[in-house]
């Protein structure tokens, strides 16, 4: 069975960076073509991508966020960090990790997620 | 704004069908990446539909369908049920960055 959960602050406040953990199960990073990474999603609005950091160790990032952005792996812990430096209101989000499958592209399984809000 | 283009709304009624398209662009849907759906009920989080253009992942009913042509792919869902309201959201790859992810700005579904 394959899980995903989030876990970090609820709130953050401007300027501050953010840590989010994903903790995974059921699968390994280290399967040739599994990604790890996150996707966000403003209260009421779309879903927006950050990154994923894939079993080779390679990371891709959102281009629009990418000098904000870091996604490292413990393929030891199957636990996957996100850090988001320079935090402002309009990243208040729910922040979803979730897995990559394949080379489709498809994200085949999300942790439940979690509400980050900014502010002072 | 989305790099995929999704109607904001649709509607219908029960056992009535709908159809949400997606419209990307040469350099995405048209380059040859696949096309995925997702469905999110409010509140949850979104929910593997339909990967790789029109496949469907086990325990997703057969009244959900998609396809794929050109720069623009669509999601058909008959046989409308209550349980069936939700957003969907398409997303695909682009070639400016191969392996990552776009999203359509998503479809909220009504039935009435």
């Known amino acids: 069975q394959i899980t995903l959960k989030e876990s970090g602050p609820t709130l953050v406040k401007p300027t501050e960076t953010l840590t989010l953990t994903c903790d995974f199960s059921g699968f390994s990073l280290s399967t040739y073509g599994v990604g790890v990474g996150w996707i966000r999603q403003p209260p009421g609005k779309a879903l927006e991508w950050l990154g994923f950091i894939f079993w080779d160790g390679e990371g891709r990032y959102s281009p629009s966020l990418k000098s904000r952005l870091a996604i490292t792996r413990d393929t030891s812990e199957n636990r996957v960090v996100l850090t988001m430096t320079d935090m402002d209101p309009v990243d208040t989000a729910t922040y979803y990790c979730a897995r990559r499958g394949g080379n489709s592209g498809f994200i085949d399984f999300w942790g439940q997620g979690t509400l980050v809000t900014v502010s002072s | 704004q989305s790099v995929l283009t999704q109607p904001p709304s649709v509607s219908g009624a029960p056992g009535q069908r709908v159809t949400i398209s997606c419209t990307g662009s040469?350099?995405?849907?048209?380059?040859?990446?696949?096309l995925h759906w997702y469905q999110q009920i409010p509140g949850t989080a979104p929910k593997l539909l339909i990967y790789?253009?029109?496949n469907r992942p086990s325990g997703v009913p057969d009244r959900f369908s998609a396809s794929k042509s050109g720069t623009s792919a669509s999601l058909a869902i008959t046989g409308l049920q209550a349980e069936d309201e939700a957003d969907y959201y398409c997303q695909s790859s682009d070639s400016s960055l191969p392996a990552s992810v776009i999203f359509g700005g998503g479809t909220k579904l009504t039935v009435l």
């Open positions: 040469s350099s995405n849907i048209g380059a040859g990446y696949d």
């Open positions: 790789a253009n029109n």
